[in-house]
């Protein structure tokens, strides 16, 4: 038996983290906070996704501000595409439950797996001038700041981005992960954004995802306040670290390399323990 203290610091520093990294890349934190429970602790994974959400608003809460402060986040794109996220988060959160424990374990570990690809991605500023005419009557086209100015951007694919936001808030409200993976896809993708906007868009975007699904949480007793404590400042204070180092460089590859690694790892685990049915 570990002690509370012990166990609080294990998860301050790992939640510390997967806040750093997930507000580097705009994944979310809970690639790192889920594994942590569930393989190292051996919590049951319910409240590990509990935690996880915690974890996903704060990594939001910290970063966006500074994000939306530099002006690189496109706040009416995010805005829009919460309806789709968070419709999907509730359906997510409310299936959860009836899923066998071991599938979530492997899905979880596919969409890491995808993290981590996603994460070592060349990541070419490529500015779309293309027009659409949806995204003109939404108003969704912007622009954000440069050393050389400000770049305007056009938005495409307004509706295939909209459904993979959709799936995206599923797979958030199942997993507990905020999926900014798949968000972060399908600005990037099919919606054809630059990347930096698209990464701060998500950062901003996962916490209303996140809190969406976690009121289900709540309320079937999912998430217990010594984990999520000390994951909720870990996460906030990591994700307050990473957002400095992004507006403030480009170059972070070593940092993703070392989440790639890591994620990789943690999703072999969680696919292997999940086909054994260890977790």
Not at 68 to 88: D, H, P, Q, S
Not at 232 to 242: D, M, P, R, T, Y
Not at 267 to 278: E, H, S, T
């Amino acid at each position: 038996m570990m002690s509370v203290i012990v166990l609080t610091l294990i998860l301050f520093i790992g939640s510390y983290f997967a806040g750093l990294l997930g507000s580097l890349t705009g994944l979310g934190g809970g690639f790192v906070i889920i594994p942590l429970l569930t393989l190292v602790l051996h919590v049951d994974i319910h409240y590990a996704i509990g935690a996880s959400l915690v974890s996903v608003i704060a990594t939001s809460s910290g970063s966006a501000a500074a994000y939306v402060k530099e002006g690189i986040t496109n706040i009416r794109l995010g805005m829009f595409l919460e309806i789709a996220t968070t419709a999907g988060a509730m359906v997510g959160a409310l299936i959860a439950v009836y899923i066998p424990t071991n599938f979530i374990a492997i899905l979880f570990g596919i969409i890491l797996i995808i993290s981590a690809i996603m994460s070592l991605r060349k990541k070419a500023e490529l500015i779309n001038q293309e027009k659409n005419l949806l995204a003109e009557k939404l108003k969704l086209n912007s622009s954000f700041p440069t050393a050389n100015g400000p770049v305007n951007y056009s938005v495409k694919n307004v509706g295939g981005g909209f459904f993979m936001m959709l799936f995206a808030g599923v797979i958030s409200g199942l997993l507990g992960i905020g999926s900014g993976a798949l968000k972060v896809l399908a600005m990037d993708t099919i919606m054809r954004i630059p990347f930096k906007v698209s990464t701060t868009t998500s950062n901003f975007m996962i916490g209303v995802t996140a809190a969406a699904s976690a009121v289900v949480y709540f309320q079937r007793g999912y998430i217990d306040p010594g984990l999520s404590m000390p994951v909720a400042i870990g996460v906030l204070l990591g994700a307050l670290s990473g957002s400095k180092i992004l507006v403030h460089t480009n170059s972070s590859g070593w940092l993703r390399w070392v989440f790639a690694v890591v994620v990789t790892f943690l999703a072999v685990q969680m696919i292997y323990n999940g086909f054994i049915g260890k977790i």
